[in-house]
């Protein structure tokens, strides 16, 4: 009998998206990743001079939900390539309004905006509940924010039933028919030892608030649940970033074992291979000590909202860092003010790491739907479990070219076998291809941005999959170990294979 594919990298994946249902949560279960692989956190605001060495890793993060993390090769040069990877934290979802008091017909309500384009149609009927970050009063601070995860299902949007609307195809309106109930009216005055009658509470004077305060803008026993995950009191909680989430976990299925079903496939799947690869091609105690490269992941916020924002993949952090590492000095220099000096050998050392580094923007792909096969160009049609998805687009909304290809399959011929793998492969792992039919639109990704804000080399790919942009998706189980070996073997190799795919 055939030994069983391994399912060990798709279970570790399920921890760490159950444990991630915002982009703040992705950045806090990155770190703890990261600081588990020996990387330090440094801050944006410091400088770097006495605190970057040769053979170092180091994460920073911006609004707590961005995550740039990078290792400097021992061999490190001003003006050398830069190896990279990109992906973002974020996902189509429905956020908490600055004042979400509803009720209605007996029922509490809470007022939520999209974002994002999700299938909005497929939040209906589901056990949500919240998730994100608390401001709190402090002593030492005016505000300090704590991650909270409500577990429990204490929202749920409600469909029609058939009988007083027949829609042969499911309609609403996003503004009046999308609010989630969230209990009783009557429930509620019971809990707080209350009737019909007495509800009005006679207004006592308070100190003055420019605005009012999130125990008026909200319901209060949900800013009290808020506060009590938070650990603080309820008249502490200053504001909030809230979101609503699927409390039915991620899991693996199929009739073999073979596929994901999961929540924030999109992208969190990538963001995850990329912190694993970058892991995985550290292993090794001497990984960094030949290496003249910088081996450096990227994961965005507000990916799936243009990027446009300071911690976007649109705003100036990658190449804020970028220009900042690429005049680090070579090992042999022990002087900070070295970092602080621009003389002859580091006027250009910027321009020439960016000609000389190369992106891969990991963003998931479109695996072939076998319900809707007309909807596929005929010889790009890429499968589950077959290996990440190269996607290339004509008009440049993926940033792919040809010597991208070339230097990425090289890549993957290189990279250790997935125990996983479905194929006859004996090392390596696969590729596929995806262009979208000329009839047909076409997302874009975070690629042809930073390539041309950049100039650097980029490549656009990612993990095939079903339902992109619902609140439920599916993915291959066995492509999560593929990507994370594809990257883990781009950044080992990338010093070498650049030096060798020559185009100017």
């Not at 299925?253 to 694993?276: A, K, Q, T, V």
């Not at 602080?340 to 998931?364: G, H, N, P, R, W």
């Not at 492969?425 to 874009?444: A, Y």
Request: charged share 25%; hydrophobic share 35%.
């Amino acid at each position: 009998m055939a030994a069983k594919p391994s399912l060990q990298a798709a279970d570790d994946f399920l921890s760490f998206v159950n444990a991630s249902p915002t982009p703040f949560h992705a950045v806090k279960s990155a770190k703890e990743r990261l600081e588990k692989a020996g990387f330090t956190q440094i801050k944006e605001r410091d400088p770097w001079s006495s605190t970057l060495q040769p053979g170092g890793k180091y994460f920073l993060t911006r609004n707590g939900s961005t995550i740039v993390a990078f290792a400097l090769g021992k061999k490190w040069k001003a003006g050398n390539p830069i190896g990279m990877i990109g992906a973002h934290t974020d996902s189509p979802c429905l956020r908490i309004k600055p004042h979400s008091k509803r009720q209605s017909d007996g029922f509490l309500q809470v007022g939520v905006e999209t974002y994002g384009g999700g299938l909005w149609h497929t939040w209906f009927d589901r056990d949500l509940s919240v998730a994100g970050r608390v401001g709190v009063k402090t002593k030492d601070a005016l505000v300090k924010y704590l991650l909270v995860k409500v577990e429990r299902p204490i929202l749920r949007i409600p469909t029609l039933a058939i009988h007083l609307e027949r829609q042969e195809n499911f309609q609403f309106n996003k503004e009046t028919q999308l609010f989630p109930i969230a209990g009783l009216a009557a429930a509620e005055l019971n809990r707080q030892g209350k009737t019909e009658d007495t509800k009005e509470e006679e207004k006592k004077e308070e100190a003055f608030e420019p605005l009012a305060t999130p125990l008026q803008r909200h319901h209060a026993y949900l800013v009290e649940i808020i506060a009590e995950h938070a650990g603080v009191d309820p008249s502490d909680v200053v504001d909030f970033e809230l979101v609503l989430y699927d409390t039915q976990k991620s899991v693996i299925g199929g009739l073999n074992n073979e596929l994901i079903f999961s929540p924030r496939l999109d992208n969190l799947m990538m963001s995850y291979c990329s912190i694993e690869g970058l892991v995985k091609s550290l292993s090794s105690p001497s990984a960094l000590d030949e290496d003249s490269t910088i081996r450096l992941i990227a994961l965005f916020d507000h990916e799936e909202i243009g990027s446009q924002t300071a911690q976007g993949a649109d705003s100036n952090l990658l190449p804020a860092v970028i220009r900042r590492l690429s005049v680090l000095p070579a090992s042999e220099s022990n002087s900070d003010k070295s970092y602080d000096k621009v003389d002859a050998e580091t006027a250009t050392a910027y321009e020439q790491t960016l000609s000389t580094s190369f992106l891969i923007s990991a963003d998931m792909a479109h695996s072939v739907h076998p319900n809707y096969p007309g909807k596929y160009e005929s010889q790009h049609r890429p499968e589950m479990n077959k290996g990440t998805v190269i996607k290339v687009n004509a008009n440049a909304r993926y940033a792919t070219n040809s010597p991208g290809i070339v230097l990425l399959q090289e890549a993957a011929r290189r990279a250790k076998k997935a125990s996983s793998s479905l194929s006859s492969v004996k090392e390596g792992v696969p590729l596929q291809m995806f262009v979208v039919r000329n009839d047909s639109s076409c997302g874009s990704t975070i690629g042809p941005m930073l390539s041309a804000a950049m100039g650097a080399r980029t490549l656009d790919l990612g993990n095939p999959q079903l339902s992109m942009h619902s609140i439920r998706e599916t993915g291959g189980a066995h492509d999560v170990e593929h990507a994370v070996n594809l990257f883990e073997s781009f950044f080992e190799h990338f010093e070498e294979l650049e030096k060798k795919i020559v185009v100017d």
